[in-house]
């Protein structure tokens, strides 16, 4: 018998002991139910406050109520146990018939495995050491009309864990351990901001432009006002104006979209973290970026040596308590290719160059000079770098937002923390002259005319919010979907996304 017939007779099964438990008179999906401690709570307990069994089952006290998702059941007879599932673990839950009495033994037959039950009793431990609630009654919470998973089996197809995160989530607790952790490292980011006087602030994510960083947008029209706007690519220029406004240290942890290629390390809709502060350069930013990291890794993992993979999903150790190094992007990709980017002022004498030394970039003869540069970094230095890594002093044309250095012109005072060939952090000093930043929009503008769709639109009503004057800003951005995917050792951000974007099935 096939699998979908399997499921197909088990689904009907189920529906009909629905019926049979609305015509007794039993609402299956009651709005609540009391519970007095976890699972694992009630477990702990157990381990220093259990009576003698025989006590226990001559009088059962009812002082512990549960609730949770049944994982298992096995009936022997007049005794049949369960495992009970709820946020914190599961525990082994006993029925016994000279206890519950005929009929609420016998309605265990209406029950099965996945359905959301309430319990209460008294805990005890069983002849193999295992505390276990003795349930001296019991409700049905909710009934489940499809099964979980084969208990040995489990989940394995990839494509269904991201479809059907629910049941990867119930099947696999490594999988909610992960998006713990996230969630963690989420609550303990905010605490650090709070801790440094940062306000959160909310930000748009419909913009008449698409600006913030170079990527291509999405494009969605907006039909009370009859325009089109794009979906924001960064949080960045709003934060900027909450500068002008006033604020001197803002952040925002919030979703921000590309539409782009997708491969494991990129997601077209991800969750980005970006803080602005008033008066802080990059250098002010690195030394603030190690702080961060120290401080998260210790609250979330309580170590500063973590083991992280690569891109090849590799496992490599990373000591973030180290010193970490700093070097600028000339620099880096003349030592890893020989190539002097400072010497090729246009792309088309960096494209000739890079043909030379049979480097290979796909499309390269779209792109302007400044993602000519990005691309040929990725292709021969990024796979390279493994410790913590500030790369900085990038190209002005890949960089139209970045404040230029005043001792060169040609690059802009911006790092990213690349760790282990994954880039982390983007951050610099902010262009705050209008007049710069007017016209590093308008190469842009001309670059997405020669067919580069990841160039930086023309925003003017940006321009003309910093023509009212900004202070000098020190920017900065964390990919979170990265960094967790980093720290939990997953090579594909699906993995520690909850609910992946996935092509519909048919």
């Known amino acids: 018998m096939n699998n979908q017939t399997d499921l197909s007779n088990e689904y009907k099964d189920r529906l009909i002991k629905l019926e049979q438990i609305k015509d007794m008179g039993i609402n299956p999906y009651p709005d609540t139910c009391e519970r007095t401690h976890e699972n694992l709570e009630a477990k702990e307990l157990g381990e220093t406050t259990v009576r003698e069994t025989e006590k226990i089952l001559e009088s059962p006290k009812t002082e512990i109520k549960l609730v949770g998702r049944l994982m298992s059941f096995r009936s022997h007879g007049k005794i049949s146990f369960g495992q009970l599932q709820d946020t914190s673990g599961r525990i082994q839950i006993c029925f016994m018939k000279n206890i519950l009495g005929d009929d609420k033994y016998n309605f ?33 919470l909710s009934k489940a009309l499809r099964p979980l998973p084969e208990k040995f089996h489990g989940l394995q197809d990839t494509e269904t864990k991201y479809r059907q995160r629910y ?21 303990h980011l905010r605490e650090f901001y709070w801790k440094n006087d940062f306000y959160e602030i909310e930000c748009p994510i419909l913009g008449s432009s698409a600006s913030g960083a170079l990527a291509k947008p999405f ?77 998260l890794l210790e609250k979330t993992l309580g170590t500063l040596e973590v083991e992280i993979p690569n891109r090849d999903g590799e496992m490599q150790k990373v000591n973030f308590g180290k010193e970490w190094r700093r070097i600028s992007m000339r620099d880096l990709i003349f030592e890893d290719s020989e190539i002097d980017i400072d010497q090729y002022k246009t792309a088309k004498e960096l494209l000739s160059i890079i043909k030379e030394k049979n480097i290979k970039i796909d499309d390269a003869e779209k792109l302007g000079r400044g993602n000519l540069i990005d691309y040929l970094y990725k292709k021969v230095s990024r796979p390279k770098l493994v410790e913590p890594t500030f790369l900085m002093q990038h190209p002005t044309d890949l ?108």
Do not use: C
């Open 399 to 506: 960089s139209p937002l970045a404040r230029r250095n005043d001792k060169n012109p040609d690059i802009v005072d911006r790092f990213q923390v690349v760790v282990n060939g994954w880039e982390v952090v983007n951050a610099y000093s902010e262009l705050v002259n209008p007049i710069q930043q007017a016209q590093a929009f308008a190469q842009q503008a001309s670059e997405q005319e020669r067919g580069d769709e990841e160039a930086h639109g023309k925003d003017d009503e940006f321009v003309q919010a910093m023509e009212h004057g900004f202070p000098p800003i020190g920017g900065w951005g964390m990919g979170i979907d990265r960094i967790v995917a980093l720290l939990t050792k997953q090579n594909n951000l699906k993995d520690v996304v909850m609910f992946p974007l996935m092509k519909p099935t048919e």
């Open 167 to 187: 049941l990867d989530m119930v099947i696999n607790e490594e999988t909610k351990k992960r998006f713990e952790f996230r969630s963690n490292f989420i609550k």
């Open 219 to 295: 494009i969605t029209h907006h039909e009370a006002l009859d325009h089109d706007f794009y979906l924001r690519i960064a949080i960045e220029t709003y934060q900027k104006e909450a500068i002008a406004g006033g604020f001197e240290r803002v952040f925002e942890i919030g979703k921000v979209f590309r539409n782009e290629g997708m491969d494991p390390s990129h997601l077209q809709e991800f969750t980005m973290n970006e803080f602005y502060s008033a008066y802080w350069n990059y250098e002010n930013l690195m030394k603030f970026t190690e702080e961060m990291f120290k401080y």
């Open 108 to 140: 265990l037959k209406k029950i099965d495995v996945a359905d959301f039950i309430g319990v209460e009793g008294e805990l005890f431990r069983t002849k193999h050491e295992e505390i276990t609630l003795l349930v001296t009654g019991y409700t049905l």
